[in-house]
């Protein structure tokens, strides 16, 4: 179990781009979540998996975001024309089974985004 | 709609002395509540989840508080080191009925420990 893993790291992107970042849960995890973070704030959710089903996603996430988690694995999330705006830090974490409490959340390093 | 709050938003306190973080919520009809950790550039890392029925717990120097009525909790750390130094976030956790754990977090409170 190496905890939940994020690529890339960085990510330097030109506005219009489509961007697409990758998560890796913990192994035996059935729930994902993507946060947003931006300089100064705390994360805000924007998505939710369990297992290969996306069950909940916030009004932050705009048409031009989607994300996939095919066989209930690994994640990705994509932003097509990408906008200055869309410039932050996004966040994976999981959790499931296995942890002190199913609602734990363990997150991964985050992807930096920047849009120029 | 939920929201949390975290003050102060930045505190320096010299090595050795014992702080306390506050964090308040609006929506008392919360899970749990989790206070963690984020270092410069990185990740979270969970420190202590409190259920709401509950009302402490602790972790070695770290003690967290939860009063669900009053919608606050307090996060102690006794004997500050310079290796504490971070941004400290609290997050409150609502089940969403979709089996969603859905956590809001405050801004955080970025807390310096001088030597």
């Known amino acids: 179990d190496t905890g939940v893993s994020q690529n890339p790291r960085h990510k330097i992107t030109k506005r219009g781009q489509n961007v697409t970042f990758r998560c890796d849960p913990i192994s035996e995890h059935n729930r994902l979540y993507w946060y947003r973070q931006t300089l100064g704030q705390g994360p805000e959710f924007l998505t939710y998996?369990?297992?290969?089903?996306?069950?909940?996603k916030s009004r932050l996430l705009s048409d031009r975001f989607s994300a996939e988690r095919p066989k209930g694995s690994f994640s990705t999330l994509e932003i097509q024309r990408t906008e200055q705006g869309d410039s932050a830090m996004y966040l994976c974490a999981s959790s499931g089974p296995g942890a002190d409490h199913q609602e734990t959340q363990y997150f991964g390093p985050g992807t930096r985004l920047l849009v120029l | 709609k939920q929201e949390v709050t975290q003050i102060p938003a930045a505190l320096s306190v010299p090595e050795g002395e014992n702080l306390v973080l506050n964090c308040s919520f609006t929506?008392?009809?919360?899970?749990?509540l989790q206070w963690f950790r984020q270092d410069p550039g990185k990740g979270l890392t969970s420190l202590l989840l409190?259920?709401?029925?509950?009302r402490e717990q602790t972790s070695g120097r770290l003690n967290a508080s939860l009063d669900k009525s009053s919608g606050r909790s307090t996060l102690y750390i006794a004997a500050s080191q310079p290796g504490d130094s971070a941004t400290y976030l609290c997050a409150v956790v609502k089940y969403s009925g979709a089996g969603s754990y859905q956590l809001t977090f405050g801004k955080g409170t970025k807390l310096s420990v001088i030597p």
């Open positions: 409190i259920q709401s029925s509950q």
């Open positions: 998996f369990q297992n290969e089903a996306q069950l909940e």
């Open positions: 929506d008392s009809a919360i899970y749990n």
